[in-house]
């Protein structure tokens, strides 16, 4: 019987681990954004609006600059349906005049955001280049993916479609 009895609570230590109550760790934490262009803003003023787009990027990581790329193009179609996306910068001071640079002579639409010190990423329990989240517009985190490789748009915009119920 003890040997039993073991093996459930062991089972059932199992499967909270794998399938335990993780909210607090997919909803928001109070975050705010300086932007390149000198304003601010945040995900819940952001989320209001519809679904929000945070991608994680630095001017030396390629597959960043690419995503971001794409990334814009949805911030383009997407707009008028209440999508945003914020590329959050985590390059270090000397570094960000490259970034802005970079931003300007993209001429993206999206908004771009400095995180220097890495708090928003660690905030936001990233660790790799890119990272890329979707919060719905009850601040949750309903995706989230590391890395990029091509194709890796359409899976964020198929997200984006069916929170839109396009």
């Not at 607090?24 to 000198?38: E, Y």
């Not at 383009?76 to 490259?98: F, M, R, W």
Request: hydrophobic share 35%.
């Amino acid at each position: 019987m003890k040997r039993k009895y073991k093996s459930i609570v062991y089972t059932l230590f199992l499967l909270n681990l794998i399938y335990g109550n993780d909210s607090d760790r997919r909803q928001h934490p109070n975050v705010n954004f300086n932007l390149f262009s000198g304003n601010k803003t945040s995900i819940e003023e952001l989320i209001k609006k519809g679904p929000l787009v945070v991608q994680f990027w630095a001017i030396w990581c390629s597959p960043c600059k690419k995503e971001m790329h794409y990334l814009d193009k949805i911030q383009k179609e997407y707009k008028d349906s209440g999508v945003n996306v914020v590329c959050v910068n985590t390059d270090n001071l000397k570094s960000i005049p490259k970034a802005k640079a970079f931003v300007r002579q993209k001429k993206y639409n999206l908004l771009v955001a400095l995180d220097p010190s890495a708090e928003i990423f660690k905030k936001l329990n990233a660790s790799v280049m890119p990272t890329t989240l979707i919060f719905d517009q009850n601040g949750q985190i309903v995706f989230s993916k590391e890395g990029y490789i091509n194709g890796d748009e359409k899976k964020v915009e198929e997200k984006l479609k069916s929170m839109l119920n396009l």
